[in-house]
């Protein structure tokens, strides 16, 4: 897929599975129960005349309009009663969309839906990545228990920590459209961090919220190629745009891009504008927050250290755990 006319092709696809579906169920039903047949074709009559009495309000058509809204219910009830002592479930033949905001046409008042916008992202970041890895990875699937209990010479074990920075990602989605914060993830490799990354976007995308998820050296080569190959089929402005609008935007493994004066401008940018645009982002990176303030322009460390509550994770590598246990 690499444009929006495939996208809303898709759409159109599967509005037409959707009635060939419900043009299914219908069929079946209506020759096991011809009431209900009846019943739909009354329902037609009826939304008409409610029209035609709504229309002609000013020869007080108020009571007619009554009983006929009256009788409309009537029909809705008795529909319901078939089906159920049928053991149908009452919506058996309503449209079933795959996307209940925009009945799948991927807009609302000509605005897009967010899952068009998350088709667009996925189209450009093959979000299929994070499909792949989000199957295993999210919150029901945490492991405290890989985490040692053993103190620090703080007083702090991994395993408590973890638990914090665990509680804190839920409430970060949980509460998600009521707050405006920022997560830094800070520590080695093999510690949880973007397997908690994996955990929060798999959880808003469910919501139907937009998310990029994206390895920072990924994200600087997209944009670069955005910038300076205008023939390539990745050249796709509105999913460009998304790094700066979507709900979520989750930058994994900071530092391990190529830093260049392009790098930094890049990581600049789009950390200023979805501050200024009150947009969420999630931050990880392997670097301690010296070795932050030696890679990035002060600009860029001071919006991290001031607009992110950072949290450190420590302890053992718990990948080996994973893969034994
Ligand atoms: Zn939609």
Redesign the pocket.
Known sequence: MNNIQDILREYELIREKNKEDLAQRKQALYSKFPRLKDIEKEMVKLGIDITRAILNKANSADELLEQLKKHQMDLKIEKAEILSSNNYPIDYLEPRY?????????Y?DRVK????IQKEIACLYQQSNLGENVKNENFDQFRLDYYSDEKNESGCSPMYNMKNIYMNCIRFVQDFDNQNTNLLFIGNPGLGKTFLCNSIAKYLLEQ?KSVIYQVSSELIDLVRKYKFDFDNETNNSAGINELYNCDLLIIDDLGTENPTQFSGLVIYSILNKRLLNNKKTIISTNLNTDEIMKSYSERIYSRLFGNFNMYKFFGEDIRLKRHNM
């Open positions: 795959k996307c209940k905001k925009c009945k799948d046409t991927g609302m839906c967010s899952c068009l139907g």
